[in-house]
């Protein structure tokens, strides 16, 4: 079975500054990786996914994330935040040789002016 | 414009009624999901259904029935309600291979039972 760990519950940044969301997973075969956010009282909305070739994926409204199997790790990454990225961001993983996908608990960043 | 629509957005309910989540999608997508949130967690699935007419269980299926009578509809069933299943509920559905693990999401359905 997959798992996902975010580890940061909460991120608080300024506007402007870099960010990093953090996401663990533990599974020993092939996967996809995947990001979700999640705006207050919305559905998840997908951001980006990676499951072979370039480590490094981007994603929408500059959001990138990076792929490492030595750290069974694909954190989140912006270079320059915006207010309007306040939101709840959910790491997903899945196998690839099925569709049940699980989610991790969440970062809530919060993004100050 | 394809989407998933949920129905009802909120909903209040007695222990022990029965309640029925609707979903509805135009992706023309194979797979479907019911997931459930609870405030500060992530998503846990409770069942899913890949083609119309069969559903399968997820992994918190206790409580829980699915009906996927069409490719579009998937009705998630709580017979008896109880205390405990207050949550949010999201549905989404996913396209088969390279693309299936990519969900499309509903706007979830708020259901408080008292």
């Known amino acids: 079975t997959q798992t996902v760990s975010q580890s940061d519950a909460h991120v608080t940044v300024f506007e402007g500054d870099s960010v990093e969301l953090r996401c663990n997973y533990s599974?020993?075969?092939?996967?996809?990786l995947s990001w979700y956010i999640q705006h207050h009282g919305r559905g998840l909305q997908f951001l980006l996914k990676?499951?072979?070739?370039?480590?490094v994926v981007q994603g929408v409204n500059g959001f990138e994330a990076e792929f490492s199997k030595s750290d069974s790790s694909f954190h989140l990454r912006k270079a320059s935040v915006h207010w309007s990225d306040s939101a709840v961001y959910f790491c997903?993983?899945?196998?690839?040789?099925?569709?049940?996908?699980?989610f991790g608990d969440g970062t809530q960043l919060v993004v100050k002016p | 414009e394809a989407a998933v629509t949920q129905s009802p957005r909120s909903k209040v309910a007695v222990t022990g009624g029965k309640v029925t989540l609707s979903c509805h999608q135009t992706?023309?997508?194979?797979?479907m999901y019911w997931y459930r949130q609870d405030t500060g967690h992530g998503l846990r699935l409770i069942h899913y259904?890949?083609?119309?007419?069969?559903?399968e269980k997820g992994d918190i299926p206790d409580g829980y029935k699915a009906s996927r009578p069409s490719q579009e509809n998937f009705s998630l069933i709580l017979e008896l309600a109880s205390l405990s299943q207050t949550a949010v509920y999201f549905c989404?559905?996913?396209?088969?291979?390279?693309?299936?693990?990519?969900?499309?999401f509903g706007a979830g359905t708020r259901l408080s039972v008292l």
């Open positions: 989404a559905s996913s396209d088969r291979g390279s693309s299936q693990n990519t969900l499309y």
């Open positions: 599974y020993g075969g092939s996967i996809y």
């Open positions: 990676y499951y072979s070739g370039n480590p």
């Open positions: 997903a993983v899945s196998a690839n040789n099925n569709n049940r996908i699980f």
């Open positions: 992706n023309n997508h194979d797979y």
């Open positions: 259904s890949y083609v119309a007419d069969s559903t």
